[in-house]
């Protein structure tokens, strides 16, 4: 095992999102990147990047596709998936740099129009994402924003987040109809939800979101 996994030997069952970030930026892995459902810190020896959420329903079928595709060369490496107290989520996979942006919109046109330099990926990627549709309300397509590719080092692009949930119907949801969530996501699996980064849509109302924490407790109780 590389020295900077070493870290992940010293995980509990008690460590959360905050005290795994605490524990890598303590031995030189530093945040260099933040968004709605995640941060991500960068390893010392600077060829791993350590993505840290709170609550993520797609990661397991992220990790699924770093597996199932890795054979294609067209997904980041995976050193590592762990779950952490109150459903959080730490995926360790290669560092990769930002892609063009117009390269990474024509790599989602050749997934769409299924061409055959990614047909074996976009197979792997039907085929997760009709798993993902039958466990989950809010993840029905894959997201097409450029910046879910990445470029390696030899400028190959890699496909690293395809998978979303609908964040603003799951959490919508709540005060429409908590009890979709409180069945889909047990109690211990959503402990942090309402501990999002959200560094790119902005943090919730206070009243808004105990309002939703209110529903969902309710919904719990109703559940028994």
Known sequence: MAAPLLLLERLTADDHHVTVETLLTSHGW????AGDWAVVLRSPT????ARISPFDPVAP???RLFREAADTGQVPALHAYRTLEGGGVLTVMEYLDPADPDRAASFFV???ERRPEVAALARVIDRILLDARRDLP?????????ANVMARSDGRLVLTDPFYADGTRLYGSLLTDATVVARTFPPDRRRHMFDLPLAESGPWDPVGREQMRAALAAADARLG
């Open 138 to 146: 809010w993840c029905d397509e894959v997201d097409p924003n450029p």
């Open 46 to 49: 600077g060829d791993l990047a």
């Open 61 to 63: 079928y992220t990790a």
């Open 30 to 33: 530093s945040r260099c990147g």
């Open 110 to 112: 050749a997934l769409e």
